[in-house]
């Protein structure tokens, strides 16, 4: 089955400067990769994704890279604002290209500092 | 459109005791997938069904178990409750057969085991 590592576990920046979290996977035949985004208390909202034939995708000040050589994939989020203060979760396929649900990371906690 | 809704919203249970937690799936969606959320943990995929058939699980013992119905809402039933059951569970819909494409959670049932 897939395998994610996800860091850096916390991760504290100055409103307005960008954050970047990164995720690596196990099974090259993954093909989705989604970013949930959860407040405390809240549901794993889904922010953005990519699929393996796309290296970048931007939404806003979001953005997803995807290296599949490397079997990493990155978040960026740029002019971060105290809203974007959550954690956050990278997630590829359980089994691969299979259909089937999803193995997540272990999280990142973004501070956003005023 | 209706979003994921999950029922009850909280659960406290004994050791050894049946739960049923329900979920009705995001309208238009036909695939569910259940997940387990520990206390500062990623979730960890349970199972997931497809037009009423169980179309894959994670690493889950079979008391744990599931049913789809023809309006595509879910059940999860978990027997012989243990203390470590004690988590978050999610239900998320999605569209289409391979699923793991934008999942949508919903609230949560937050079950508690003593």
């Known amino acids: 089955g897939e395998n994610v590592e996800q860091h850096p576990s916390t991760l504290s920046v100055q409103e307005g400067d960008s954050a970047v979290i990164k995720c690596t996977y196990s099974?090259?035949?993954?093909?989705?990769f989604p970013w949930y985004k959860q407040e405390l208390g809240k549901r794993p909202q889904l922010i953005i994704d990519?699929?393996?034939?796309?290296g970048e995708k931007k939404d806003q000040r979001i953005a997803v890279t995807l290296n599949k050589t490397a079997k990493h994939f990155s978040l960026h989020i740029t002019e971060t604002q105290p809203e974007d203060s959550a954690v956050y979760f990278c997630?590829?396929?359980?089994?691969?290209?299979?259909?089937?649900?999803?193995?997540f990371g272990k999280g990142t906690h973004l501070i956003i500092q005023p | 459109e209706t979003g994921v809704t999950q029922s009850p919203t909280h659960l406290i249970k004994t050791r050894g005791q049946q739960v049923t937690l329900r979920c009705s799936s995001q309208s238009g969606h036909n695939t569910v997938s259940w997940y387990q959320q520990a206390l500062g943990q990623g979730p960890q995929f349970i199972f997931q069904y497809y037009r009423e058939e169980e179309n894959g699980r994670g690493n889950f013992p079979p008391r744990f178990s599931g049913l789809q119905f023809p309006n595509y809402s879910s059940e999860l039933n978990v027997n012989a409750l243990e203390l470590d059951d004690s988590a978050l569970y999610l239900c998320a819909s999605s569209l289409g057969r391979q699923g793991v494409s934008g999942q949508y959670f919903g609230p949560g049932t937050r079950l508690t085991v003593t």
């Open positions: 099974d090259s035949a993954s093909n989705y």
């Open positions: 997630a590829a396929p359980t089994s691969g290209g299979g259909a089937d649900g999803l193995t």
């Open positions: 990519i699929r393996s034939n796309v």
